[in-house]
Structure formats: C-alpha cells, structure tokens
C-alpha cells in the first residue's frame, strides 16, 4: 500500500467515524440532560422537591443503566451481521433484543418498587424521602419504553443510522419540559402533581422515543425492501444467551464503574458539607466531559464491528484507533479547559470562599485524569466491537474496587486528606484500568489484523 493510499484511507475512517460519533455523542448529552431538566422544572417547589428527584434518580439509575448494559451486546452482533450484509440477521438480533427487553423489564421495576418503600427508614429525612418515593413509584412506568428505546437505538447504531438517535432526544427532551411544565404545576387544565408529575413526564418522554425510534426502523428498512416486521423472528433461546453473554459483562463494566463512583459520593457525605458541595460540582463537570468519549466509544463498537463482519480486520485496527485518538484528543482538550480556568467554573455554581478555597484543585485533579478517562472508555466500546466484553468488566472490578476505592478510603479517612484523597485513588484507578485496556486493544487488534502477538 502506497503512502497516499494510506493516508486516504484515514482519512476515509475519520470521516466515517466523526460522522458516526458526532450523533451519538449529542445523544449522550441529550440523555444526561434529560434529568438535568427534572430537576431545574421542580427547582421552583423548594429545596425539599430538588433532593426527592435527586435521590429517586440516583437511585434508579444503577439497576436502568444495568439493564441498557445487557442490550450492548446488540452493538456487537447486529453491527457484524451488517458488515457482512446480512439484514435478517440484523431483524433477528433487534427481535431477540426486545424479547430480552421483555424479560429484564419485570424485576426490575419490582426492585426499583421495593427501593421506593425503604427511603423513610433508612435515615433520608421526612420531607425529602416521602415526595423520592413516589417520584420513583411513577418513574418506573418508564422502564420498559426505556429498555426498548435502548434495543431499537443499538440496533440503528449497528447499521448506522445514528442521526434519527440525536433528533429523537432533542424531541424527547423538549416533550419533556413541557410535561414538566404542565404536569407539575397544574398548566392547561391538569392538575398539580409536583415531583409526580415530573416523573410522569419523563414516562411519556421515554415511550415518545421508543416509539419514534421503532417507527424509523420499520421505515427504514421498509425503503430498504427490508420488511422490519415482515418474518418477526420468533424467540430463541440460544440467541438471547448469547446476547446476555455478551451484554452481561459489559452491564458488569457500566455497575461497577458508576458503582464506585456512587461509593465515592457516598464516602464524601461523611466529611464536611463543603467538601461533599465541592465533590458535587466536581464530578458534574467530570461527568459532563464523559459524555463525549462515551459517544465515541459507541461509534467505535460499530465502526469495528462493521469492519470484523466485512472481514476487514485491518480496517476494524484503524477504526479504533482513529476512535481512541477523537476521544482522548477531546479529553486532552477537556483537561487544558480544567486546568486553565477552573475557579471559573467553580464560580457557575457557587462563589462560596470555602467551596472556592478547595475546587480548584480538585478540578486540577480532574484535569490529569481526563485523558486515562477518555482512553479507558473508547477502548472498552472498540474491544465490543470485537466482541471482547469481559476484559472490560475485570479491569473496572481491579481497577476500582481492589486498588483506587481502597486507596482513596485510606488517604481520605486515615492519611486524614478529605475529599482529596478520594479522588487521588480514582485516579490511580483510571490510570490501572485505561493502561490495561489499551494494551488489550492494541493486542487483541493486531492478532486480528494478523499480524501476531
């Protein structure tokens, strides 16, 4: 292969890959915004009405997002089967998806309940545990339109249809608000629900976009003189094992990743309202930054996968690391903003000279770990891509759970460093699991590429 050749073809993968990663990366920010508005649109009803939708999203978040995790195996399969041009194969994996969607779907809403009653007892205070519990009560009608909007969205994502993803969030979040304006506070003739009315806004959000985004499949493939449901493919055992065999790690990955940051939240309750405010405003931006390489580890999973089911292993190396290199580029850029101006950004939320006296080093701590977060989560998306779920998994358990969450608990509590030494202990997990994925990928790749070990 001649140099121009090569470069062309880079430049090829850049553009299929930004023109990949862009509408995903809008879609992530769409859905963090989502909740971001719940709790703007009650802000109005007092501090009590913020901490209820607070804690009743918190605390559906773990069990939803490990239900999104199994389906990820769809980003996989279907994206494999498209790369080798086989649309049945596509329909089947979406009917044995939405199958697994029906299964899941039951036991979680009846835990999600069961966590609506114990918020009393558990030292939540009155005002605010009562109004979370039936916050979460209304919420989690949600959850069956949410795990489908997940299924039909990887299954778009594997044939790479990623556009219509970000158009229905923006809907969804604009239907959203003004649910939340009329079901709240008693507009246009409905009556005032508070907090119950926000929740049932989000409901119809998320059957508004299950229903939008099923609908562009069938029109889709329906163009295509791909009948979506023409042939429904009956329930398969083997196949919906082999889904979750795939999904299950990686719904593992996304617990134990949120889980140790939850922890760590958590950890800091126990120290001074002003570090736990600073760890708050911190994580938000961290958070926030997160949601770029996020998206591009999505486009990652699907531009491998295409390229493993052409059987162009040497296309799917190059699709992941032109991923890897959008990702951590952004978070590099992301660290600099960090780094450059962080008592600004402490200032958007709050001037307090206390919280003021301690965030800006903690966001330079953030800063240094923007690039291991970035390199981490992209190449979790294009080891999926190759079908490689569990490494992930392990890393993440090692990573958090053996090394950064136990050192962050002995300098925060024994070395008597705060809030500091949680995130000190973050990092150095970020810094064990992004180094451990990169190698996997980069060997993982080239054994495909056959080119050897």
């Given at each position: 292969m001649t140099q121009a050749t090569a470069q062309a073809e880079w430049r090829r993968e850049l553009r299929a890959m930004t023109a990949l990663a862009v509408p995903v990366v809008l879609s992530e920010l769409g859905w963090m915004l989502q909740g971001i508005v719940d709790t703007i649109m009650v802000g109005r009803l007092g501090p009590e009405a913020i901490g209820a939708v607070a804690v009743g999203n918190a605390v559906y978040y773990v069990p939803s997002l490990f239900g999104i995790g199994l389906l990820l195996g769809l980003d996989t399969l279907v994206s494999h089967a498209y790369g080798r041009n086989d649309h049945d194969a596509c329909h089947h994996w979406l009917a044995q998806g939405v199958y697994l969607v029906c299964i899941v779907s039951p036991p979680l809403m009846l835990l999600l309940s069961a966590a609506s009653l114990v918020f009393r007892h558990v030292g939540i205070d009155p005002a605010v545990a009562g109004p979370a519990g039936d916050y979460l009560r209304v919420l989690i009608?949600?959850?069956l339109p949410l795990l489908l909007y997940g299924a039909a969205r990887r299954y778009l994502q594997g044939v790479g249809q990623v556009r219509v993803v970000t158009v229905t969030f923006v809907m969804a979040n604009l239907l959203n608000w003004f649910g939340n304006w009329v079901l709240i506070y008693g507009r246009l003739g409905a009556p005032a629900m508070g907090v119950r009315g926000s929740a049932l806004s989000t409901v119809i959000a998320r059957v508004g976009m299950a229903a939008a985004l099923i609908g562009f499949a069938w029109r889709y493939e329906r163009s295509r003189g791909h009948p979506l449901f023409a042939g429904w493919a009956k329930p398969s055992l083997l196949k919906?094992?082999?889904?979750?065999r795939l999904g299950a790690p990686a719904a593992g990955q996304i617990v134990a990743?949120?889980?140790?940051?939850?922890?760590?939240?958590?950890s800091a309750g126990f120290l001074t309202p002003v570090e736990l405010a600073t760890h708050t405003i911190a994580l938000s931006y961290a958070s926030l930054t997160y949601m770029v390489p996020l998206?591009?580890?999505?486009a990652a999973a699907v531009g491998v996968g295409h390229a493993i089911g052409a059987g162009n292993a040497p296309r799917a190396r190059r699709a992941g690391w032109m991923a890897l290199g959008l990702g951590t580029g952004f978070m590099f850029l992301a660290g600099v903003v960090l780094f450059a101006v962080p008592r600004p950004l402490i200032a958007v939320y709050t001037t307090d000279p206390r919280v003021m006296a301690v965030g800006p080093t903690l966001l330079l701590i953030a800063a240094a770990f923007q690039i291991f977060d970035g390199i981490q989560t992209v190449s979790t998306g294009a080891l999926r891509g190759l079908g490689e779920t569990r490494v992930p998994m392990i890393a993440n358990l090692i990573g958090y759970w053996a090394i950064g969450l136990p050192l962050g608990f002995v300098l925060c509590f024994w070395m008597k460093r705060g809030v500091f030494g949680l995130w000190i202990g973050l990092t150095v997990a970020l810094v064990v699991i992004s180094t451990s994925l990169l190698h996997r990928w980069s060997k993982a790749s080239r054994m495909a590429s056959g080119h050897g070990l």
């Open positions: 009608w949600g959850t919906i094992k082999q889904m979750v990743e949120v889980g140790a940051w939850n922890l760590a939240t958590f998206g591009v580890s999505a």
